[in-house]
């Protein structure tokens, strides 16, 4: 099973910018795509960002686009989210996510992921 650990979140004011990271560890390391999910208190979990691993194919949300950018360092197994210019209501708990077998669709549905990590809270203060 692979295990995914985000980390880089933390409190910063508008206008900042943070940098998360999502590290894959566990059974040999194979995946098709990766993504960034979001979820704030009350809301349902949304999608940020998704990049196949050959970083061909990379999708944002129209919310972040212009903002953030998703990468990955194959060499790591860790995805990257840059994230700039930030805004109060991009504040939520980010969830990292992977896709272990070839998918056509939208990246943009939590059912088509195979593990999830914990998450990281981001908070961005007026």
């Known amino acids: 099973q692979v295990q995914l650990v985000e980390s880089g979140g933390g409190l910063v004011q508008a206008g900042g910018s943070l940098r998360l990271s999502c590290a894959a560890s566990?059974?040999?390391?194979?995946?098709?795509?990766m993504a960034w999910f979001r979820q704030a208190p009350g809301k349902k979990r949304e999608f940020v960002a998704g990049?196949?691993?050959?970083?061909?194919?990379?999708y944002y949300a129209d919310s972040v686009k212009g903002r953030f950018s998703i990468s990955r360092d194959s060499a790591k197994n860790t995805v990257y989210l840059q994230m700039n210019n930030l805004k109060p209501e991009d504040t939520a708990v980010y969830y990292c996510?992977?896709?272990?077998?070839?998918?056509?669709?939208?990246?943009?549905?939590?059912?088509?992921?195979?593990?999830w990590g914990m998450g990281t809270q981001v908070t961005v203060s007026i």
């Open positions: 990049i196949n691993w050959s970083g061909d194919n990379i």
């Open positions: 566990g059974r040999a390391f194979s995946a098709y795509g």
């Open positions: 996510a992977m896709r272990d077998s070839p998918y056509s669709g939208s990246f943009g549905y939590t059912s088509i992921y195979d593990s």
